[in-house]
């Protein structure tokens, strides 16, 4: 059978199980059996990332000296080299694209409304659980990461009216640090809190350029245009404005395109698409350089990846491959730097698996010694009622270990309660 008729039988599994491929096979096989299906299963997604995942975990030891020198011998090429396809591989490559561009994935949250819902009850909760000496921090993680947004702000209400009092600036003066962060951020409006995440980037000396990204390019239009309403109304300052002031060059004109939140919302046009790649190729020294000067090209550049709609730019992406035998994101990786680099990539791998991109960013907030504690709630936060179940999938299909438990391992107490309220039941 072909590898696309796979993709499709593994799409149609996700709809019906609600789980991946992979997941059922981890929760219904094991030993040397389990192996050997997830090592099929990875290399009809991909041999090429079968195989990479497999070296990765190999070269964990030392690879120095003659060794080394051995395996370079073999490996053969240089650092040029990386990133393009051979023929064969190239066609394996687009019909991933091809694949992805016609893949329908549920999206969803792991937070959900409460049934029986009932905010007067909950801000008597709320009340006694701040009320006196101490602090009842379990049953205000209980309440506000068990309900919905909408529910949240209507307990706020319900608080108002039957104390008189701000549930907002109670909660602030009863927990903090990162509880603290946790709890007040979930119980903002998302725009709000979003706002808030990309004004807190740009105070100070420096401006947080990896939370500019983040944010902007991967929100849609509907997200970008309220975190707008938001941004003016609480800082009466419009997000143009401010990142205009905060950033320069190519790299703040990347993020205004962004904050106009006028993304293309149709399907493809195959002719554009062709058009489109062929412009991206050039920009990114991959073929020919038409008669448009080098300005022109990454003004288009720009276009192309801020403005078009996301079937659309996967479509660029495929014919991108089909013209070059390269991968766009390792092109563009190599081929630009700093922050327009980055802002470039987050596009690209937004486009390609927007949950895979926050996993990433997910597994690396907690990676190594410390945490990025930041990083780690604001994505929980905000992708907890759109994606965080999908993302939770990804995070297990790429590091071989659950969200939920990474999350365990690295946070504790009530912040740890917290999150993993949110998160959700182990994987």
Known sequence: MPVSHFFSVFTEYLKIAGNSI???????????????????????????EYFADRLFKAMKSDTSGDYKKALLKLCGGDDDAAGEFFPEAAQVAYQMWEHSAVAKV???????????????????????AMKGFGTDEDAIIEVVTQRSNDQRQEIVKAYKSHYGRDLMADLKSEVSGPL????????????????????????????????????????????????NAAYKEVYHKSLEDALSSDTSGHFKRILVSLALGSRAEGGEDFAKAHADAQ??????????????DSTSLETRFLSIL?????????????????????????????????????????????????QAFFADKLYKSMKGAGTDDQTLIRIIISRSEIDLLNIRREFWEIYDKSLHHMIEKDTSGDYCKALLAVCGGED
């Open 22 to 48: 992979e997941a059922s096979i981890r929760g219904e096989l094991s030993g040397d059996f389990e192996k050997l299906m997830l090592a099929v299963v990875k290399n009809i997604r991909s041999t090429a």
């Open 106 to 128: 549920e999206l969803k949250g792991t937070i959900h409304p409460a049934a029986n819902f009932d905010a007067d009850g909950d801000a008597k909760v709320l009340r006694k």
């Open 180 to 227: 603290g962060k946790v709890i007040l951020g979930l119980m903002m409006p998302p725009a709000f809190y979003d706002a808030k995440q990309l004004k807190k980037a740009m105070e100070g000396a420096g401006t947080d350029e990896s939370v500019l990204i983040e944010i902007l390019a991967t929100r849609n239009n509907k997200e970008i245009q309220a975190i």
């Open 279 to 292: 412009v991206v190729a050039e920009t990114l020294k991959l073929s020919d350089v038409s008669g448009d």
């Open 306 to 354: 801020c403005t078009q709609s996301y079937p659309q730019l996967r479509r660029v992406f495929q014919e991108f491959i089909k013209m070059t035998n390269h991968d766009v994101a390792h092109a563009i990786n190599k081929r630009m730097s700093g922050d327009v680099r980055d802002a470039f990539l987050a596009i690209v791998r937004s486009v390609k698996n927007k």
